[in-house]
């Protein structure tokens, strides 16, 4: 396990209560309740289609819920345009698709949205970007645009341009899903490097050797329920929950 | 032995066999490659000798510059009789405009080359300074064609025509369409049901409706829709028609070009915190008019070939100019001449509007697949 140099704070940063969420007639997310510390880091898994990327969509308001309150950084989500801009510029988000933009270089990846939507001195903000993608290990695909870079190069630059917004809090929707198996250790090893730097982490992921390695917390989701949060030792040596053993069994055994 | 000459792992990149590439690996290869074939070679080649001897000859070596009427011209040469486009070249360009005030229209049109070039090369050294003239360009162009300012004789427009008659109208309406046709693909996709309702209603009335039609409003019906006493002059009345035409059809290839962006870049900059109008200037519309381009190109060149339709309101574009010199007893019955040099004209600008597209297209392209 990863050393905690920041102690975990007890003020929760994301507090969700009772939250509830439908697409249409279908009931996607049922009665969840979810705190998360300063600092915390909280993997979740479970089968395909448990709702594990619509809770963590639901945390930055890319989905909107019907029933519950998610509170985030003490502002609560509501259809208030203000407040959503506010936690959007807090949050940042890694995708599963990497979601970078084709027709701008990566360095205009990673300063866009600090120029205008943080109002940053264009130098700056390259400044803060060079220092970042350098982070990333990538500084010198800064002038390539997105098309020219592997998988793991453009899963890395998308990390590097969320953290430029200097969010309080990082969501990875299955961030190493979509990449070659040589290619997911180096978007990993970025993902750890950010833990031990203390950041707030709600990561969704079958990555099991990280979240051993990382995860404060882990939770298991099945059929848009919570079933079962434990600390890693005991969710891998003991699961209370008999859906989470099968899980388990299927995903570890193979 | 090659064996004993490279060791594994060391073998040099070689040159390809001597005959297969270059000229004459290319001739040997698509021209000579078999006996039919080279016999096929020799009889196109013996064709387009013929051809291009009797093109040339009634282009250029039979053909008369210089006559003052039809018999004439038979008289000297068998060629084309291209003293029809000489003798009347001024009308083909400035129409009836006068003599004595034609220079306005050369300034024009010098000018409009330099307005134009910063807008449609982003690379240009001096940009910035021209970018300001290319925001000037539109008034001083109109003074100096309308006239009737600073000292400058004012000109009726019944006397616009030719070449220039196709420029007003074409680059207006090229230039009027695409931000209206960005502002509908927009509107169309707006949340808002009023600006959606209203945009639809424009697009798919505009596209229902035969553009002869809207000219033939333009000309006729706008009048009794305007408050008594506003006078809008007919060329203005056109090119807003014209413009409010093509802006419906270009709204609908920008729209495809929206759709076409995956919903993951709306995500992501959701996710960065951008707002609406900020993610249509730095994510949508770069992308979607990138994807549009040829869409949009293709739209510009049927309205610049659509000018000629003006005709039937009266107005007269080259196509007007050479059906009166084709009528014009003096030359009658040249129209293979008049013709072949009016579509010449359009070709030629439509060409260049094509490559221009093409080479932008290239520029833009990022994906590097």
New interface residues.
Partial sequence: MVNNKKSISSKPVIEIKEMHKWFGNFHVLKNITLKVNQGERIVICGPSGSGKSTLIRCI?R?EVHQQGDIIVNDIELTGDLKNL?AI??E???V?Q?F??????SVLENCT??PI??RGLPKKEAEEMAMELLTKVKIPEQALK????LSGGQQQRV?IA??LC?EPKIMLFDEPTSALDPEMIKEVLDTMIELAESGMTMLVVTHEMGFAKKVADSIIFMDEGEIIEQNNPKTFFNNPENERTKLFLSQILNH | MIKDLYKPGSYPNLAPPKGTVGFYGWTKSNLFSSLSNSLLTIFSFILLYFLIDGIIGWFFLDAVFDADSKIECRKIDSGACWAVITRRIGQFIYGFYPDAERWRIDIVFIGLFFASAPLLYPDLPIRRWLLWFSGFYPFIAFILINGGLFGLVSIEINLFGGFMLTMIIGVSGIVCSLPLGIMLALGRQSKLTVVRSISVCFIEFMRGVPLITLLFVASSMLNYFMPPGTNFSILVRVIIMFTFFAAAYIAEVIRGGIQAIPKGQYEAAEALGMTYWQTTRFITLPQAMKISIPGIVNTFIGLYKDTTLVIVIGLLDPLGIGRAAVSDTKWNGLSTETYLFVALFFFVSCFAMSRYSLWLENKLNTDHR
Avoid at chain 1, 99 to 104: C, E, I, Q, R
Avoid at chain 1, 145 to 148: C, E, N, T, V
């Fill in positions: 930055n890319l801009e959007r510029s949050v940042g988000m995708f698709s979601n970078l933009f084709p027709h701008l866009l949205a205008w939507v645009f997105p098309g020219q998308a341009r969320s917004m």
